[in-house]
């Protein structure tokens, strides 16, 4: 791994702290994540993903334990939060929690103008944020924002994100409410964003599609502590702790696991498409006996 970017030391949080009201979210959560780095959260709903990815950009700051992004020790008083957030672009869950303009092209305007760039540039970085997401500039730019579907308000709201240009991003639930063709053509972005432009990526999902396609590192969250973490190949290989931690797996480990069980020689850890389809392959070469009869 290159040199973290961003790294959470025994960080630990509780809402409400001290009132009777008290709900513990985090206990101890390690995690680095290095420049140009793509990573996953996976975990149950109520794991802590959402809150951990909160500490990241400021809008949770840590009670015990310690942040640090590109630099930045969160536990320090007067931080910049204007530096922070220009650092770390975070796309929420919901989109309306971050569309308030009332047309497509103003809202995503709103950051780069607040930060006092030349209106030439605003305009550019508008343009290529929403080509980027999908939306093309002139068909959407002067589109009112409440007129939108689910899945365009995501585009938009992520759009308004890149256009900040920050060196995190950080998706959660990038691509809940998209249709299937919107949701592989917004991964197939997201990821040469990644691949090209060299853009930290942290995403929070429950897709395990995507975390397969995506993430280049996963980070297993369960009860508030970071119970595992790995490549895609060690996480998705590594059974006990998906079934202990009611964690699914792509369409392609769950076959090549039905396959192991049965006690053919496959390797559960081959997630990509390409590799289980090797793997299968490998089984129906005549062999003798049931030569080219596999059973699940």
Same mark, same amino acid.
């Given at each position: 791994?290159?040199?973290?970017?961003?790294?959470?030391?025994?960080?630990?949080?509780?809402?409400?702290?001290?009132?009777?009201?008290?709900?513990?979210?985090?206990?101890?959560?390690?995690?680095?994540?290095?420049? $140009?780095?793509?990573?996953?959260?996976?975990?149950?709903?109520?794991?802590?993903?959402?809150?951990?990815?909160?500490?990241?950009?400021?809008?949770?700051?840590?009670?015990? $334990?310690?942040?640090?992004?590109?630099?930045?020790?969160?536990?320090?008083?007067?931080?910049?939060?204007?530096?922070?957030? !220009?650092? /770390?672009?975070?796309?929420?869950?919901?989109?309306?929690?971050?569309?308030?303009?009332?047309?497509?092209?103003?809202?995503?305007?709103?950051?780069?103008?607040?930060?006092?760039?030349?209106?030439?540039?605003?305009?550019?970085?508008?343009?290529?944020?929403?080509?980027?997401?999908?939306?093309?500039?002139?068909?959407? @730019?002067?589109?009112?924002?409440?007129?939108?579907?689910?899945?365009?308000?995501?585009?938009?709201?992520?759009?308004?994100?890149?256009?900040?240009?920050?060196?995190?991003? /950080?998706?959660?639930?990038?691509?809940?409410?998209?249709?299937? !063709?919107?949701?592989?053509?917004?991964?197939?972005?997201?990821?040469?964003?990644?691949?090209?432009? %060299?853009?930290?990526?942290?995403?929070?999902?429950?897709?395990?599609?995507?975390?397969?396609?995506?993430?280049?590192? /996963?980070?297993?969250?369960? %009860?508030?502590?970071?119970?595992?973490?790995?490549?895609?190949?060690?996480?998705?290989?590594?059974?006990?702790?998906?079934?202990?931690?009611?964690?699914?797996?792509?369409?392609?480990?769950?076959?090549?696991? @039905?396959?192991?069980?049965?006690?053919?020689?496959?390797?559960?850890?081959?997630?990509?498409?390409?590799?289980?389809?090797?793997?299968?392959?490998?089984?129906?070469?005549?062999?003798?006996?049931?030569?080219?009869?596999?059973?699940?």
């Amino acid at each position: 791994m290159n040199l973290p970017i961003l790294s959470v030391e025994n960080l630990s949080h509780t809402y409400m702290l001290g009132t009777p009201l008290e709900q513990p979210a985090l206990f101890g959560v390690n995690m680095h994540v290095g420049k $140009g780095e793509c990573v996953a959260i996976i975990g149950h709903t109520g794991s802590g993903k959402s809150t951990l990815i909160q500490h990241f950009n400021g809008l949770q700051f840590p009670q015990s $334990g310690k942040v640090v992004v590109d630099g930045i020790d969160l536990s320090q008083p007067r931080i910049d939060c204007k530096m922070l957030r !220009r650092k /770390v672009g975070l796309v929420f869950q919901n989109p309306e929690d971050q569309i308030f303009e009332k047309l497509v092209g103003d809202d995503i305007a709103y950051g780069p103008f607040k930060m006092g760039l030349p209106l030439k540039e605003v305009r550019e970085r508008v343009r290529w944020a929403m080509e980027l997401v999908g939306l093309p500039f002139d068909e959407f @730019r002067d589109r009112a924002t409440f007129a939108l579907s689910g899945g365009q308000k995501r585009k938009v709201a992520l759009a308004g994100v890149l256009a900040l240009q920050p060196d995190i991003l /950080v998706l959660d639930e990038p691509t809940a409410g998209l249709d299937p !063709r919107s949701r592989k053509e917004l991964l197939a972005r997201i990821k040469r964003l990644n691949r090209e432009e %060299n853009l930290t990526l942290i995403f929070v999902t429950h897709n395990m599609e995507e975390v397969a396609y995506l993430a280049d590192r /996963v980070y297993v969250l369960a %009860n508030g502590r970071d119970i595992y973490n790995g490549s895609p190949r060690e996480v998705f290989g590594n059974r006990e702790v998906l079934r202990a931690h009611q964690i699914g797996t792509p369409e392609t480990v769950e076959i090549l696991h @039905r396959l192991h069980d049965k006690g053919h020689p496959v390797n559960p850890g081959a997630f990509e498409v390409e590799g289980a389809a090797e793997q299968i392959l490998s089984l129906l070469k005549p062999q003798g006996g049931d030569a080219g009869v596999v059973r699940v």
